[in-house]
């Protein structure tokens, strides 16, 4: 079966402008969650969607925002970027949270 | 600070040793988790354990999840460069999820 697709790949943006990431989880797969991953704080979570409902919250600041749509394909914004929202953008589906996530290759966003 | 602790941060060994990789909590979890990932690319699952004192092994690693539920460990036998890469713990808990910190392992030929 088809795995957690990421998109795009690679990304390149310039303070100030925003961007739109995309994932398409596993079929079947309602929980879609959001991490970003840094080499300096490593593995952040960003927030949880199940079933389009926003059903948990990490602590970034509003310029971080997402959803997710009836299909479960999610995507995140991020807004007014900094430089410091450089990252690894990865996101990760789940049939139940017992059984562990499977992620995506992730998005490499560079803030210039 | 991190609900999950894994220790050591950081392991350079030679082709061939053993190691331990711990993960603790003084939380319970539902279940556990090991992962592995290569740089750039995303974390992959290796293991879920759920059942307190259960052992599961793949090839040369073994995987434990303690008696309380509340910590882990991974033991690798005859580690391979092949091995390399950042291995990270986490646990589910009423519907949250939760990461360590991950251990850099680095296997040198």
């Known amino acids: 079966k088809a795995g957690v697709t990421q998109t795009p790949r690679y990304l390149i943006k310039t303070r100030g402008q925003q961007v739109t990431l995309s994932c398409s989880p596993i079929s079947g797969h309602r929980s879609v969650s959001w991490y970003q991953q840094t080499p300096g704080q490593g593995l952040q979570f960003l927030f949880e969607?199940?079933?389009?409902?926003?059903?948990n919250k990490g602590n970034f600041p509003g310029r971080f925002s997402g959803r997710q749509f009836s299909n479960s394909r999610s995507e995140m914004n991020v807004s007014t970027l900094e430089l410091g929202d450089s990252a690894l953008y990865l996101c990760?589906?789940?049939?139940?949270?017992?059984?562990?996530?499977?992620f995506g290759s992730g998005t490499r966003l560079t803030v210039v | 600070t991190q609900l999950l602790e894994q220790s050591p941060q950081f392991l350079s060994i030679q082709e061939g040793e053993n190691l331990t990789v711990y993960c603790n909590s003084s939380s319970v979890f539902s279940s556990l988790q090991w992962y592995r990932q290569e740089p750039g690319e995303g974390p992959v699952l290796l293991v879920t354990v759920v059942t307190g004192g259960e052992v599961k092994k793949l090839k040369r690693l073994t995987f434990q999840f303690g008696d309380a539920r509340k910590d882990s460990s991974l033991h690798i036998t005859a580690a391979q460069p092949g091995d390399t890469g950042l291995y990270l713990c986490a646990g589910a808990s009423f519907n949250k999820f939760y990461f360590g910190s991950g251990t850099k392992l680095n296997v040198k030929p």
């Open positions: 990760a589906s789940s049939l139940r949270e017992v059984y562990g996530y499977t």
């Open positions: 969607y199940f079933s389009e409902t926003q059903r």
